[in-house]
């Protein structure tokens, strides 16, 4: 999305206790306290993206409690409206497509997603999310098209043959998927016809597909309580959430390795770190690396906001990355859930054209030449979120993005350009129509393309500055 915060009910078996996964204690005092750190740091830049979406996945499908839920896992959740700054689960979210979720647990069976005909203009995507939080495949405008169908989505250990009526098998690494569908919204009054073509989603699984009995009942689990995002950062029962997660991601060849050298420290599938137990040497040298992960983050936030780094980098498939933990957890940092460049680009406005950081207390211009708007097969947003939250502002007149479906309302430039102002009060009646009201304080701007042309993808063309006018 860029989305970054805050059950296959098998029937009521999901608040019975995890059956047949055990847990061993380990007390991390069989490694010298410089050993510990550099593990820890390791650990946790690895870790970092898989327990945030587990506190995600949590409140949305596990927490009937908490204000962030949508449903029951293997239930598709349509959201019929933009997220608002009343959305707090995510960072960064869109406002431009409502979303459709569901959680999947893929460990019984693989699940079918069948999406209908939609007209050729309307962009959807549905953005295949594993809990590693790789996006491992699409379906959609750009990757399946809109003539519909019905794909399967299928866990680690299904080795099954194509069923017939599905167009595709996407495989997951890991035993839990979440899809995300994003369709569309051009305007307003447009809403209905989202709804629509939302009703015409579904997700089954399988053995319903078809028409066959279900198979037995994958182990109930005792899910844990999430950390919350401030402890996140701070508490070390984040390595004990990250062994929870591990039960449910089988490692993959090329961290066998990696997964052996955590195991030193206590980290590892269905483990227990006694934090209470550590001596002090070792839980300095636990604490020392998660502040040694920040730092390192710190300086690719600074790759981010100089451009030296971006989305396109950062989002993607396990191959695509290969295996840059700490890119991985940049982007679940800065915007989880984010799409591959291919199915989307975020050329993020973090400072001014003189490279400060931007400011509510400032006033901004961005100027975009005639021709020169963000080139894309489906549309380009432009998104204010308030900062440390990362997240929609509120303001007098609801305005939370401009975007290429606003076209018409835009007041152009004499040479037939665009430009917006950017600011906390209304820059005047003649220029409100391009205006993006910002806070009061530090902000950041999204700048989103979807289904971008190969000039965004190769860096051909470049975002105009943002401009500081006073």
Known sequence: MKMNRRDFTIGSVLAAGLA??????????????ADARAIAKEAYIYGFPMVDNYRIQHAYFQDSKNPEYKGPWNTLVNIPRVYTPADTAIQTPNSDTPYSFAGLDLRAEPFVLTVPPIEKDRYFSVQLIDWYTFNFDYI????TGNDGGSYLVAGPGWKGETPAGVKE????????VFP????????????????????????????????????????AIDFIKPLSPDEEKTS?????????????????????????????????????????????????AFEEGVAEAWADLAV?????????????????????LKNNYLYRMAAAVLGIYGNSKQEAMYPAYAVDAEGQKLDGANKYSVHFAPNELPPVNAFWSLTMYELPQSLLVANPIDRYLLNSPMLPQFVKDA????????????????????WLPAPKGPFLIALRLYWPKE????????????????
């Open 300 to 320: 690719v936030k600074q790759k981010f906001d100089t451009g030296k780094v971006t989305s396109g980098d950062v989002f993607g498939t396990r191959a695509y």
């Open 169 to 176: 098998v996407f495989h997951s690494e890991t035993q839990f």
């Open 455 to 470: 000039a965004a993808i190769d860096g051909t063309w470049k975002q105009p500055p943002m401009t500081k006018t006073q």
């Open 140 to 143: 959609g405008s750009r990757a």
């Open 20 to 33: 047949g996964l055990g847990s061993t204690s380990v007390q991390a005092q069989d490694v010298t306290a």
């Open 236 to 284: 070390l029962e984040f390595f004990n959430i990250l062994n929870f997660v591990l039960q449910f991601t089988p490692t993959v060849p090329s961290e066998t390795e990696l997964m052996a050298r955590f195991a030193k420290i206590g980290v590892g599938a269905g483990k227990t770190i006694d934090v209470g137990a550590l001596s002090p040497e070792i839980k300095a």
């Open 180 to 219: 995300a569908y994003r369709t569309q919204l051009f305007n307003p009054a447009d809403l209905d016809n989202v709804k629509k073509v939302q009703a015409g989603y579904k997700i089954e699984p399988l053995s319903a597909f078809l028409g066959q009995p279900a198979p037995a009942l994958a182990p």
């Open 415 to 434: 040479d037939g350009g665009l430009t917006f102002y950017v600011q906390n009060e209304s820059p005047g009646k003649d220029k409100e129509p391009n």
